[in-house]
């Protein structure tokens, strides 16, 4: 698929969902902006603009992320550009099935794209009435989704790192066998293809564990990896019972570096045994 068959199909869909006539709404679209560049694109007028293309493509961009059409075409895109990218079919399902996981990727994907069109606009290289293109000019609307389909990959990307780090971390912090599948990540955890652009340890938690004993930086790497407390027990040649005292050891450090401001844990990972250095964290 083409930029132009991209496009075309933008403004398919866009079509499908707005009401009155095209050649109106680019005229509507045209005297907009026209007015809004006395100001240079800055100013209350502006942010009005925003917000009321925001309220406009809002449903048809969440419509769009979930059947996959537009990752689909972010994928294309990427691929056309030579960026390396791929959308994990487990995020495809949640993103079908999930509408905080929906809310969560547009509300980062819009953003982004309003700040594009900003950036455009205010060098005379976005939008504009005269396009000639095979047929003829997308409305904003069109345009705006296009915009978004080309930054999907850095929402989604983003997205999908904080769900691997929450993953992940749940199993350090929880400490139980059967965690990650309690709350529905035990194939996330286990997906060898599940791969985003950073590593799962921000530098405050490879810190901290770097300050513990060797025998607990090995306990804790390979629960984050995956093992099972058995399954570690018998790789670093202990008992079961010495692999849930060093993870205890260690989450009894998270609480600690939490109340001293040097790392944050999220309520959610909270758990009714948090040793009591856990009271001085921020909920």
């Not at 455009?120 to 290289?125: A, H, I, S």
Request: hydrophobic share 40%; proline share 2%.
């Amino acid at each position: 698929m083409s930029t132009e068959d991209e496009i075309n199909e933008i403004n398919e869909i866009v079509a499908a969902e707005l009401t009155g006539d095209r050649a109106a709404r680019l005229r509507r679209d045209a005297a907009r902006i026209e007015e809004l560049a006395y100001h240079r694109f800055e100013g209350r007028d502006y942010k009005v603009f925003e917000d009321e293309l925001y309220r406009e493509v809002q449903p048809i961009v969440l419509g769009m992320i979930r059947k996959g059409s537009l990752a689909r075409l972010a994928l294309r895109h990427s691929e056309r550009q030579g960026r390396k990218f791929f959308v994990h079919p487990d995020d495809l399902l949640l993103l079908k099935s999930s509408s905080e996981a929906r809310d969560t990727v547009m509300v980062d994907m819009v953003m982004e794209a309003l700040r594009k069109l900003q950036r455009d606009l205010k060098r005379e290289c976005g939008w504009r009435v005269d396009y000639s293109g095979p047929r003829g000019a997308s409305c904003l609307a069109s345009y705006f989704i296009t915009l978004c389909v080309w930054v999907f990959r850095r929402a989604y990307v983003k997205w999908a790192q904080d769900r691997v780090k929450w993953a992940r971390l749940h199993a350090v912090y929880d400490f139980t066998e059967g965690a990650a599948n309690e709350v529905g990540i035990g194939r996330l955890l286990g997906a060898t293809d599940y791969v985003v652009d950073s590593e799962v340890f921000g530098t405050d938690l490879e810190e901290i564990l770097d300050e513990q004993a060797p025998e607990t930086q090995a306990v804790v790497r390979l629960t984050v990896m995956g093992f099972k407390g058995l399954e570690t027990a018998d790789k670093l040649h202990i008992t079961h019972g010495t692999v849930r005292n060093r993870l205890t050891r260690f989450r009894t450090a998270l609480y600690e570096a939490a109340g001293d401001g040097r790392i944050w844990i999220p309520g959610e990972l909270h758990t009714r045994k948090a040793p009591r250095q856990a009271g001085r964290v921020a909920a």
